[in-house]
């Protein structure tokens, strides 16, 4: 009972410390302090030490031996692999989708893609981020490949730090909203059209969060 209740709670902590990292809370290069996260989570250290592991496993904290362990930090570089690997992995879980929707599977998808747009309207950044990352999400339903499933299991968490946070949740609304109507369409040239410049505009943003000089300034 008692190692159950043990990896239930460090379950529990990895989980805060995910949604922490990637909605921006704890910043790249910032330390996990076992000591305090333990204190503000109410669990001893060794939960809080074994979800930092995970969370070293799952590619969004770095480990530092005899110091703390901080949050990942990102180099041009490393947006752009990320880039290399969401670009065509995305392009088939979009174009999959505009061939193989049933109409449940669209019914679905037009109930994540109204609830980011009434948060769009609200003006709830967070819920708009978290429904847009859904909206991506939801590809992996309508596609009906399991092997993109299990990429997307394996990358899932970094491509949405990486690039699942934004300033203008109108506008990412909209491009949802023309994606949505290609795929409903199975408009699979304009499905792949607009995925490639909403994934472009992607990446810029993403260089611009993490503080990424664009290559002209870094020359």
Same mark, same amino acid.
């Given at each position: 009972? +008692?190692?159950?209740?043990g990896e239930l709670e460090s379950a529990r902590v990895a989980r805060v410390l995910r949604d922490d990292i990637v909605t921006g809370r704890r910043k790249p290069g910032s330390k996990l302090v076992e000591r305090d996260i333990a204190a503000r989570l109410n669990v001893s250290r060794l939960p809080v030490r074994e979800a930092i592991r995970a969370l070293v496993t799952e590619g969004l904290v770095v480990s530092r031996p005899r110091t703390y362990a901080v949050v990942r930090e990102y180099t041009r570089d490393d947006v752009r692999?990320?880039?290399?690997?969401? +670009?065509?992995?995305?392009?088939m879980l979009f174009t999959y989708a505009a061939e193989r929707h049933d109409e449940a599977g669209l019914a679905g998808l037009l109930r994540v893609l109204e609830r980011e747009e009434q948060a769009a309207r609200d003006g709830d950044l967070l819920a708009a981020q978290n429904a847009a990352v859904d909206f991506h999400a939801y590809m992996t339903v309508l596609a009906r490949n399991a092997v993109l499933v299990e990429l997307v299991g394996v990358f899932g968490t970094r491509l949405k730090w990486i690039f699942g946070l934004y300033e203008e949740p109108d506008t990412m609304a909209v491009s949802h909203r023309e994606l949505y109507t290609a795929i409903a369409a199975r408009d699979v040239e304009l499905v792949r059209s607009l995925v490639a410049a909403h994934l472009a505009e992607g990446f810029v943003a993403?260089?611009?969060r993490f503080g990424l000089p664009d290559e002209a300034s870094a020359g």
């Open positions: 009972m +008692g190692e159950k209740s692999e990320f880039a290399e690997v969401r +670009g065509p992995l995305e392009t993403a260089e611009r």
